[in-house]
């Protein structure tokens, strides 16, 4: 099973810019497609984007809307997501977790096994 541990959260203005990392450790990581999601408080977690193993495919929620970019270091065991022109709303728990690389690309959190324990982003306003 693959472990992930997330790094890159702390607080930034509106407008800003951030960036997260998730490494893998305890299986080869490209058996893995590898997913970001966040949870505001008091609403559900919802996905933000998600790779695949090669870095050939992506997927993005929505309210991303070109602000996000999700890539992979497959070299160094590595997810990142660089946040660009973060909001207010952008504030959350962000977690990284991988999915049996036959998933492709998902933002269905049934379809990831493995979860970090999250970094905190806040965007003030």
């Known amino acids: 099973q693959v472990q992930v541990v997330e790094s890159g959260g702390g607080l930034v203005q509106a407008g800003g810019s951030l960036n997260l990392s998730c490494t893998a450790s305890g299986s080869p990581f490209v058996n893995y497609a590898m997913g970001w999601f966040r949870q505001a408080p008091g609403k559900e977690r919802e996905g933000v984007a998600c790779i695949s193993w090669s870095g050939l495919s992506t997927k993005y929620a929505g309210f991303v809307k070109g602000r996000f970019t999700i890539s992979r270091d497959n070299a160094k065991n590595t997810v990142y997501l660089q946040m660009n022109s973060l909001k207010s709303e952008d504030t959350a728990v962000y977690y990284c977790?991988?999915?049996?690389?036959?998933?492709?690309?998902?933002?269905?959190?049934?379809?990831?096994?493995?979860w970090g324990q999250g970094t905190q982003v806040t965007v003030s306003s």
């Open positions: 977790a991988a999915a049996p690389k036959i998933v492709v690309v998902s933002l269905d959190e049934s379809d990831f096994a493995s």
